[in-house]
């Protein structure tokens, strides 16, 4: 790759100060560390990686305004974790994730354990209680 | 304690860690220097590991392994720890901080607060130098690779990313630095060499039966994903060639990205030992490199399902070029290098 064509398409990395670095040679053919903003490809892949996340989270978004699952289990799932990873992330144990995918267990939790799962994911307390919206 | 620390970005974490430390005890190593003396290029299609669901292909060696390689080979005493208990871990992060010590910590992306959303993927392997610690606010300044500058994270959070669990696998604070540095390093010209070595046997001793590693792999990989779109569904195979293109181009284990650093390294050995020849095969993996990336191009339309892409045989067959190109490259590398070996009297 020549430094010319090192990509410089900010997307992903726009208001951080990650960036990637590539290794391009010169017009002497001298290899050289050139820091680039991102590749449209690489952004590309990662953007189809999360809509397909996305789409299985709408699936249980549905099931959520149903009732038939708590908003614990699509914020799992939009946050990219299972229950295995809420269990050991949360100090949790496994059986009571699992309680807790269910509605009405979820209805009943307190302040503290809402406030644990928040902060595991990520999200506000409010949020976590809020119903996802669906499409 | 503030530690007067130069922070470089660089193309990969635990290259980037590395070469931003011996830079801080005095010796100036490129990142494709430690890289290659680290013989860290490799290629792996392990369908029996999983990431998120998906099969794990890998385009370098395992994580952790290059500091303790490179180290030793430099002539530096180094020390690695473990950690059951958080508090503990913590402790002698500020013990050897405030001592003045630079000190790597293998962390999770997906706590990192610095990192941008889309980056927040369970994967537990991420590198980072932790050059400061603020008591009196219990805020931690870290030189971060994939950073273009030194950044701050407070205690709560160097805790978690240390101990994150599950994903790849779970963390246990792991944490590295440096003990004793060498007066002056050793002749880099014959280490270099000896690295060449290693790495072509790497990438193609494997016998033929074990078809995950090496250039193996990337026939293997080429064999099956002609294949996917009939066994997996169009959805499916849209989603295993994006992960890919992810675990090609992304940071931690970039593809064509360490096809360069290798041939940035040839250069670099080519000068050190006099022997041009190394130049031309700097040339051959750049152009090794090349072909990875347009191949991640050709990809991106299958999966955007752009009119007039590519078909899954004829990705596969781009993949199963590049398989041939490297099998030969590392072959022809390996016959130069041992004649250079040889003439050198290196044992």
């Not at chain 2, 193309?11 to 990142?31: K, Q």
């Amino acid at each position: 790759m020549n430094i010319d064509d090192v990509p410089q398409d900010l997307s992903v990395f726009r208001g951080s100060v990650v960036r990637d670095v590539a290794y391009a040679v010169d017009a002497d053919g001298n290899y050289q560390a050139v820091v680039s903003d991102g590749w449209n490809v690489k952004a590309d892949a990662l953007r189809t990686v999360l809509n397909d996340i996305d789409e299985d989270c709408m699936e249980i978004a549905r099931q959520v305004v149903k009732h038939e699952v708590s908003p614990l289990a699509y914020y799992m799932a939009k946050g990219l974790m299972d229950v295995d990873m809420l269990a050991d992330n949360s100090g949790i144990s496994k059986r009571n994730v699992k309680k807790h995918l269910e509605w009405d267990a979820f209805q009943n939790l307190d302040d503290k354990t809402i406030q644990i799962y928040a902060e595991t994911l990520r999200i506000t307390p409010e949020m976590l209680k809020t119903l996802p919206e669906i499409d | 304690m503030e530690i007067e620390f130069n922070h470089k970005i660089a193309a990969h974490c635990e290259n980037g860690v590395i070469a931003n430390m011996l830079r801080f005890y005095g010796f100036d190593v490129s990142e494709p220097m430690i890289f290659g003396l680290s013989y860290g290029l490799f290629f792996s299609h392990m369908p029996f590991v999983k990431l998120a669901g998906q099969a794990v292909t890998s385009f370098r060696t395992f994580p952790g392994v290059l500091f303790s390689r490179v180290t030793k080979l430099l002539g530096f005493k180094t020390e690695t720890e473990r950690f059951l208990n958080e508090e503990k871990a913590m402790a002698k992060v500020n013990k050897l901080v405030d001592a003045g010590v630079p000190v790597g910590c293998v962390v999770g992306m997906y706590y990192l607060p610095y990192m941008p959303l889309e980056y927040r993927f369970p994967f537990n392997g991420h590198n980072i130098c932790v050059v400061g610690h603020d008591t009196e606010s219990n805020v931690y300044t870290v030189s971060d690779p994939n950073c273009t500058e030194k950044v701050k994270i407070t205690a709560k959070d160097l805790q978690k990313v240390r101990f994150t669990k599950g994903g790849t696998y779970p963390l246990f604070g792991q944490m590295y630095w440096v003990k004793e540095a060498p007066k002056e390093l050793p002749d880099m010209a014959e280490l270099a060499v000896k690295a060449i070595k290693k790495n072509c046997w790497y990438m193609t001793s494997q016998p033929s039966w074990l078809p995950f590693f090496g250039v193996n792999g990337i026939d293997y990989l080429g064999r099956k994903m002609a294949l996917w779109e009939d066994k997996l569904g169009k959805r499916k195979a849209a989603l295993g060639l994006a992960q890919i293109i992810r675990m090609l181009e992304e940071i931690g284990t970039g593809g064509a990205g360490f096809r360069f650093m290798y041939g940035a390294f040839l250069q670099e050995v080519a000068k050190l030992t006099g022997e041009d020849e190394y130049k031309t095969y700097s040339k051959r993996i750049t152009e090794i490199g090349d072909k990875w990336r347009s191949f991640a191009a050709e990809a991106a339309g299958v999966f955007k399902r752009k009119q007039g892409s590519k078909s899954y045989p004829e990705l596969a067959s781009l993949i199963s070029e590049i398989g041939q190109m490297e099998r030969k490259f590392f072959t022809d590398l390996a016959a130069f290098n041992k004649n250079v070996m040889n003439r050198k009297n290196y044992k």
